[in-house]
């Protein structure tokens, strides 16, 4: 018999500290002394339809809580707990949750759905619960079933799929789940929830149906519904039809070649015309396409051989058509502030980021259709056609070959720095990221390659410092620049020496930019370090070994002022700590630097005690704080 518990999940959400405390107490006393009857308790406030949604809320929160959580011991320790109670108050449970489905209020459906995916998630892998199938799909088929239920339904069956794995269902529970959603999706007298729900199911259930995608009529039958469902009058259903295109180009890209034509045409109309949730999905989908075909790829010139799938090749037959639809979305760049976050996803990012895996995967094809996108934007006086040139010529410099890619890099190279000095922020930001990716794939003088010739390695390092004093963005990228042009220069043996000469200056910009106070975090100061630590790494130790040194000395003076930093937050904790850690890893490779040669380790040596005595300070600190 459960309790009645609702006086204590209103008083836990109470704004006075007191009530809140006391009530919590209630609550975790009641949960200790008899888990079972707590959880039934819970279960039955959350199907209770004239208990109030405060109550019926924080009680399907907690009944979640009570069976899963991140960390894997938790985890185990509540699935173990779910285990030894009986089945009569499990069975209790599950039908209270299972009556919460027909709920009036969407928000107890949407968390019992969760909860019963939780119970699942335990149960179905051990063979118990097998009726919650049969239960679910007996929604979808009564005649006088409200929209209402169908809709929490088929959000369960999504959860559902996504809790288990696909050896956890029997063949005949497989294709009554995909029945159930595909129909869910496909017949007009539903709303527009109920097929949201469905289609999203089917995302989830797509991992479950091999045996469905072997079969040809079935496979059709999937397909058809799901291009239907992509030109949907509703955004939101035609993204989850995308999405499931997204998982069904990785799961069955060997049996998607019938459908190709017809995908293409989806894909571009989204791409051209759609709002830029449905058109990120359609990009998604040919970037897909370039995964599947790259590791293929891997597998044919690889040790492996052949990977046993067919390699269709469905980017080198659209690549015509595929090139100048992505170039197009890189001039629909976002006019955000220079120092708004630049992770943030767009359509311009999507469309480059699958122009490169483009790249990759066809090699040289891509450059003749890029450049002369590149060569009439480049100069144009709207930013936009400037950034986008640029990026595309960035985002082709991994895949084709040196000798296609060399004398255009060699060509553009000044062009790029000149670029450095744009009086456009989004301009010098791509223009360094292509810098960096010249510089990482074009600039290996140890395999006897690289586009920087001893005579512009002089400039390219001044528009680099020049540069790294500029927005937070793009001194950033400026960083990698420098990493991977220091990077090129490790084990070229008589070649190092031509980084040498601008190794103090390079050093003491890089510093300078690991204290700079003007980024919105310590994103830049991170990559300053982790640059810094490159180009020690990849310096000639016999002739830069006074400069480590001295920046041994600079950086455990910094080490040491870490020491006498105010501490009176959380926050501030947590900045010191990532501080000591980036300076920690600059001694650790000047240490690993100095010590690798007969020739400079007595200097290294020489500096041992003050090293340990302040990383012994260092990692002792946090203890004597908490004493």
């Known amino acids: 018999m459960a309790m009645e518990i609702t006086q204590f999940l209103l008083a836990a959400q109470s704004p006075d500290a007191n009530i809140r405390t006391q009530a919590e107490a209630s609550l975790r006393q009641f949960q200790e ?7 039934l308790s819970l279960s039955v406030e959350l199907a209770n339809n004239v208990k109030p949604l405060e109550s019926r809320r924080l009680a399907g929160i907690v009944l979640k809580n009570s069976l899963d959580a991140k960390d894997s011991v938790r985890k ?64 979808m088929t009564k005649q006088d079933s409200p929209a209402a239920l169908k809709q929490a339904t088929m959000e369960t069956l999504g959860y559902v799929c996504e809790a288990i794995s696909h050896q956890d269902l029997v063949q005949d529970e497989v294709n009554s789940v995909l029945t159930a959603v595909v129909q869910g999706m496909n017949l007009a007298e539903h709303s527009h929830e109920v097929r949201l729900a469905a ?38 259903i035609r993204q989850a039809a995308f999405e499931c295109l ?19 045409q989806l894909t571009s109309n989204a791409v051209k015309g759609d709002e830029e949730s449905v058109a990120l999905q359609a990009i998604e989908f040919w970037s897909s396409i370039c995964d599947e075909e790259i590791e293929l790829q891997e597998y044919e ?12 090749r469905f980017i080198e037959k659209a690549l015509p058509y595929l090139v100048p639809l992505l170039l197009d979305t890189m001039l629909k760049q976002e006019d955000q502030d220079q120092d708004q976050d630049d992770s943030i996803w767009n359509i ?32 144009k006086p709207e930013w936009h056609c400037r950034e986008a040139a640029t990026c595309a010529f960035g985002s082709i410099l991994e895949g084709p070959s040196v000798e296609t890619l060399g004398p255009l890099v060699t060509n553009g190279l000044d062009f790029l720095l000149n670029a450095m000095r744009d009086e456009n922020n989004h301009v010098k930001d791509t223009t360094a990221w292509t810098l960096s990716r010249i510089f990482e794939f074009l600039h290996c003088p140890a395999s ?3 586009v920087i010739s001893q005579e512009k390695l002089e400039r390219i390092v001044t528009v680099l410092l020049e540069s790294i004093i500029d927005a937070p963005n793009v001194a950033e990228k400026v960083c990698g620049a420098i990493y991977y042009l220091a990077q090129g220069y490790e084990d070229a043996g008589t070649s190092s020496s031509l980084l040498t000469q601008h190794i103090p200056r390079i050093i003491s910009e890089l510093l300078k930019t690991a204290e700079r106070t003007d980024g919105s975090d310590f994103k830049l100061r991170t990559s300053a370090y982790e640059t810094l630590n490159e180009v020690v790494r990849s310096s000639n130790v016999v002739e830069t070994s006074l400069i480590i040194l001295e920046l041994l000395k600079s950086i455990l003076h ?19 700590g990532d501080l000591q850690a980036s300076l920690c890893a600059v001694i650790q490779v000047i240490i690993q630097k100095l010590g690798s040669t007969e020739e400079t380790k007595p200097s290294i040596l020489q500096a041992a005690d003050p090293i340990m005595f302040l990383f012994l300070r260092v990692f002792c600190l946090p203890q004597l704080y908490c004493a």
């Open 558 to 576: 910094k080490l040491g002022q870490t020491l006498e930093l105010q501490i009176v937050s959380s926050d501030d904790r947590e900045k010191q």
């Open 448 to 450: 006897g390659f690289s």
């Open 246 to 264: 997204v998982s069904i180009a990785s799961t069955y890209y060997d049996v998607l070649e019938p459908y190709m034509q017809t995908l293409f």
């Open 348 to 379: 311009s990012m999507a469309g480059g980021t699958c122009l490169g895996l483009v790249a990759r995967t066809v090699g040289d094809s891509v450059v003749k259709l890029v450049m002369p996108f590149v060569e009439g934007n480049i100069l």
């Open 76 to 139: 185990e320790h509540l699935v173990q707990q779910w285990m030894t109670i009986e089945i009569s108050i499990k069975s209790q449970i599950k039908d209270s949750l299972l009556r919460t489905l027909g709920s009036s209020a969407s928000e107890a459906r949407h968390t019992s759905s969760q909860v019963i995916a939780k119970v699942a998630s335990i149960e179905i892998p051990r063979k118990q619960w097998p009726e919650l199938i049969g239960s679910l799909l007996n929604n």
């Open 199 to 236: 289609t999203k199911a089917l995302y989830n259930a797509l991992d479950f149906a091999q045996t469905n995608f072997d079969n040809e009529m079935e496979r059709n039958y999937i397909m058809k519904v799901v291009c239907e469902t992509a030109i949907s009058k509703e955004a939101d």
């Open 33 to 39: 002394q008899n888990l079972p009857l707590f959880l």
């Open 301 to 312: 010139t690889g040790e492996g051989g052949d990977s046993g799938s067919a390699h269709s």
